[in-house]
């Protein structure tokens, strides 16, 4: 099992900067990639924004968020953060993280944070 714990998101206004983090524990080994997703509000799927392997950290960026969001690892604690810059208001959504294996299935998920990007 892995157990992701998710922090920070919040408030910003249009154009401003939020940071995500996300660690992971217990069997960290089984892990090949994490992932950023998010769900507006009203909507019934997950959207995948970015994505970063594990052990080389090779990041994947949707269309949507690239050049404004950056995923980054620090193994030291076993950790994924999301910085998000320029953020817009349909960045506005439940955004969660996800451990993956290498056919992209998500298996474990973290407990969600809301941002919230308002004018």
């Known amino acids: 099992q892995v157990q992701l714990v998710q922090s920070g998101g919040g408030l910003a206004q249009i154009g401003g900067s939020l940071s995500l983090s996300c660690a992971a524990s217990g069997m960290t080994w089984t892990i090949y990639s994490m992932g950023w997703f998010r769900r507006p509000a009203g909507k019934n799927r997950n959207e995948n924004i970015a994505?970063?392997?594990?052990?080389?950290?090779?990041?994947w960026y949707s269309d949507v968020v690239k050049g404004r969001f950056s995923i980054s690892k620090d193994s030291a604690f076993n950790t994924v953060h999301l910085h998000m810059n320029d953020l817009e208001i349909e960045d506005t959504a439940a955004y969660y993280c996800a451990a993956g294996d290498p056919a992209g299935e998500w298996h474990y998920w973290g407990q969600g944070t809301q941002v919230i990007v308002s004018s």
């Open positions: 994505t970063i392997t594990w052990v080389d950290g090779r990041p």
